[in-house]
């Protein structure tokens, strides 16, 4: 299973930003995808689902600024975000939204600074 994560960087306060997640093997075809994200000194957090069907949930936190998309014949997971702010700063990651423990795989994230 690889995990790869682009499209972090810095960016203002309220801009936008997209960053997906090419996903090898049968992680992403069975499985609901979700986007998490680490911020500096705090535990890594699931801030948006999507399910096989398309369906999506999205912590308060984000909810009303991102969407989650998924392209399951490329094997990839998409997060849009807009109306970015400071807080959003963070290492975002994808893997399956379920308990992880510490040995699981996240592969390398990507690194999202909003400077205000």
């Known amino acids: 299973v690889q995990l790869v994560v682009s499209g972090g960087g810095l960016v203002l306060a309220g801009g936008s930003l997209s960053l997906s997640c090419s996903a090898s093997?049968?992680?992403?075809?069975?499985?609901?995808m979700g986007w998490y994200r680490q911020a500096p000194g705090k535990q890594r957090v699931l801030i948006a689902t999507?399910?096989?069907?398309?369906?999506?949930n999205y912590a308060d936190s984000v909810k009303g600024r991102s969407t989650i998309t998924r392209d399951s014949p490329k094997n990839t997971v998409y997060l849009q975000m807009n109306s970015l702010k400071h807080e959003d700063t963070a290492v975002y990651y994808c893997?399956?939204?379920?308990?992880?423990?510490?040995?699981?795989?996240w592969g390398q994230g990507t690194q999202v600074t909003v400077s205000s």
């Open positions: 893997n399956e939204p379920r308990t992880h423990t510490p040995g699981d795989y």
């Open positions: 093997g049968s992680i992403f075809r069975f499985s609901a």
């Open positions: 999507i399910n096989t069907g398309g369906s999506t």
